[in-house]
């Protein structure tokens, strides 16, 4: 079955370095209106302060809530402008600099947020600074680094970034440490929420499956925070460990619409395909695929399908 990508008249050039895809849901916000609450960015270059063209800046915020796309939305636009402020005022001289520069984006970011009370975004995303790959995330989105090898065609996943549940010792430490309650999981392929307060009636709450994320003014309260973990790989000793030769090296960001239902090892052996070996189908068609294949996986069920959106850059050297 052709993809709807491949019916359009797309230069050939387009997606050879990185391609993104988003297909909205099936839901139903409090205001009546249907939204896509995923956000995907991609700059390239970014920051061209003596990184060279290689460089960039690609992620994904997943909203919830009933104005979570106008959070995610938010995130979007403003996270590239202020990181990009924040890195001038304070260089990349050091990864200690670049690191302290991401966590006061998020926070900034949040800080101006629109008053959103009950609404909420995560944001994942990925750093390329010369040989430094800057990984920072709030949330539960899941990016990871990949390192294809062109001779045994084989695909490695060398890092997966933690996701912030609020299960986990150090989010639960915090949470119940500000009269916070935690719900656990109650049965396979659920996840942990923290129970938030909703507006002045004692009686009504709403669990939040994450322990950050940039929004959700009202869990602040019960600690949860917008303070990204940022984590940082050096390219060039990720490239010697792997034997370098015949190693290449993409990124991934995606939102739960996918990987709920399509695991990121074979997220990761299809988009490589396309991205590195002859004669299969091009990249924005390879993630419609994968997108279709979680889509049909959501409704079998259940007559709801969550937003999906998938990212994707060749990191060059």
Known sequence: KKTEISKLKLDPSIDKQHALLTRGGFKKMASGVTANQDRSILVSPFFNDGGGSKDFLMGIMDGHGSEGHVVSNFAALELPRVLSHNLELQGTSSAQSVEKALVDTFLEVDKNLPDTQQAGSTASMFLRLGDQLFVSNAGDSKSFLAAYDSRKKMVDIVFVNALHKPHLPEERKRIESMGGVV???????????????????????????????????????????????????????????????????????????????VPPQRVADELAKSLYQRNTPRLLETCENLIMESSYKWVVNMPYRDDITLAVTKIEF
């Not at 942990?192 to 869990?219: E, T, Y």
């Not at 917008?226 to 034997?243: D, S, W």
């Open 183 to 261: 719900l656990m999981p109650q049965g396979i392929g659920d996840s942990s929420r923290v129970i938030i307060p909703v507006g002045d009636n004692p009686f009504a709450s709403m669990a939040l499956a994450m322990s950050r994320s940039i929004g959700d003014k009202a869990a602040r309260i019960k600690g949860v925070i917008p303070n990204p973990t940022v984590t940082v790989l050096n390219l060039n000793e990720i490239m010697a460990k792997a034997g370098k030769r015949n190693i290449h090296l993409f990124a991934v960001s995606a939102s739960d619409g996918l990987f709920d239902h």
